[in-house]
């Protein structure tokens, strides 16, 4: 117990140096106007350098990464059907399936999935 509490001790003791001499020896750079903007020739940009954001597709990214994992949770079950009688498992699935294409149908009817400009 007590070589599991000094090599615990050794570790942190490694660590937080190592942590200590690499925020000192780390190149700090100061950032000020003419690093942070983009070099056109030394003039001043004349458009955005930024590209406006489309919330609509961030929506729809979060939308489909919320229903492909609920679908990855349906894997495991398929599996197991295979090991028990299906007759157990038809009531879960069906609650499961159809959980899905309730919020499906509810997104559809929101229009959050209709792609617009």
Not at 12 to 31: E, G, H, R
Not at 76 to 100: A, D, E, G, W
């Amino acid at each position: 117990m007590t070589t599991l509490t000094i090599m615990s001790l050794v570790i942190m003791m490694i660590s937080s140096i190592l942590i200590v001499l690499l925020n000192l020896t780390s190149k700090k750079s100061i950032s000020d106007r003419e690093k942070s903007s983009p070099f056109e020739c030394g003039f001043d940009p004349k458009s955005s350098t930024r590209l406006p954001f489309s919330l609509h597709f961030f929506l729809i990214a979060i939308i489909f990464l919320i229903f492909d994992v609920e679908i990855t949770l349906l894997f495991p079950l398929i599996v197991t059907l295979k090991i028990n009688s299906p007759i157990s498992y038809m009531p879960t699935l069906t609650l499961f399936i159809i959980i899905l294409m309730m919020g499906l149908i509810h997104e559809w009817k929101q229009g959050a999935l209709n792609w617009t400009y």
